[in-house]
């Protein structure tokens, strides 16, 4: 163990220093104790260092600290201490250009581990991390598991109060609503995960979403993916959020967007959750209409004066009384549609909360 330090500390080549770099790594997975006591032999600032060592010819020196620093950092708040200490953070602008490193899983579960501070009295620094994080995530050549683990580390830091103004700065709002749209479910599951923490946290991430131009398209299409409950649970509910706290701009918008179509969708065929959230929303739609609520009767209702002016010549008058007699009668029907498909998907949200209790009842009389 203290060869290893040695060399770490006092390596001539870049070689030497990667071998040394896996060893530190190879013995702080095989032994806890070992783990804890490497720090205390000063192994964290040359690994720390080694980051950003310019004189290596390849990536294996960088990737195999990242490495060390990962199995140091893990389970132990000390440790993972030490690293921000040694710098770490301070030198990520410095690897965002590193293609290598960057996009590697070992320095994005170093990160992930590092940021569990944020759970701590540790004074984490966000300011230092958010560039890095959203540069990644905006990246379209860093994989999709690397970007799995930078979407957990917004998550930890979207968490905490402290650092929801700091995430909606910087600019993750748009990098998420981007990765909304990934063709990879996880990603675009993880992501609506995150924009939903900021929207119920903090009245800056809603507003950052309303301000976007990209935001309501995202989240139609999201509701349209009717192979993930999860990204039409998390979709629906930015909705439900935008919906009542946005402008009447931003519903028209969705509107025209076909967010009734994609909700009308989701609250027949959606997970109960989401059909909840749907059939919400659409009564607040509906009520953006500012129609008068239609009174029961077989059919849209005609008045006479109106028909008789259907009927009659040619006129500009009686013609213009005549298409509003039709657009009224138009206006009617789809809103005794839209009762119609939301008296459904209310009853099929019922229906499914009577199953559930069926079930648990039926269940519990059952003999184990």
């Not at 190879?26 to 000063?42: F, I, M, T, Y």
């Not at 590092?114 to 994989?143: G, Q, R, Y």
């Amino acid at each position: 163990m203290r060869a290893a330090v040695k060399r770490l500390s006092f390596g001539v080549t870049t070689e030497e220093r990667r071998e040394a770099a896996t060893e530190v790594a190879r013995l702080a997975r095989s032994d806890e104790q070992r783990k804890r006591l490497l720090p205390e032999l000063g192994v964290v600032p040359p690994l720390v260092a080694m980051l950003e060592d310019g004189r290596a010819a390849d990536s294996g020196a960088r990737l195999a600290a990242a490495e060390a620093l990962h199995e140091l950092a893990r389970g132990t708040h000390r440790n993972k201490v030490h690293i921000v200490k040694a710098g770490l953070l301070k030198k990520l602008p410095r690897l965002t250009d590193d293609k290598d490193l960057s996009r590697s899983q070992h320095l994005a579960h170093l990160l992930l581990s590092i940021s569990s501070l944020v759970n701590t009295d540790f004074p984490l620094s966000s300011s230092e991390l958010l560039p890095f994080l959203v540069a990644a995530l905006s990246a379209d050549d860093v994989p999709a598991d690397t970007k799995l683990s930078y979407l957990a580390i917004l998550r930890n830091l979207s968490a905490k109060l402290e650092h929801v103004r700091a995430v909606v700065s910087s600019g993750a709002v748009r990098a998420l609503l981007a990765l909304s749209l990934d063709k990879k479910t996880t990603t675009s599951e993880a992501a609506l995960s995150v924009l939903g923490d900021l929207a119920s946290a903090s009245a800056a991430g809603r507003k950052a979403m309303e301000e976007d131009a990209t935001a309501a398209r995202a989240l139609v299409e999201a509701m349209t993916r009717h192979e993930s409950a999860r990204c039409q649970e998390h979709a629906a509910y930015l909705v439900m959020v935008l919906a009542h706290d946005g402008s009447p701009a931003l519903r028209r918008e969705m509107r025209r967007l076909g967010a009734v179509q994609a909700l009308l969708e989701v609250s027949l065929l959606g997970s109960p959750l989401a059909q909840r959230r749907a059939a919400k929303v659409l009564q607040w739609f509906k009520d953006d209409d500012g129609q008068s609520r239609i009174r029961a009767h077989s059919g849209p209702r005609m008045e006479v004066g109106a028909a008789a002016s259907c009927r009659g010549g040619d006129d500009g008058e009686g013609a213009k009384d005549c298409r509003n007699a039709v657009d009224k009668i138009v206006k009617q029907s789809l809103d005794r549609n839209m009762k119609s498909i939301l008296r459904r998907a209310t009853a099929s949200v019922d229906m499914t909360n009577v199953k559930l209790l069926a079930t648990s009842s039926s269940s519990k009389s059952l003999p184990c």
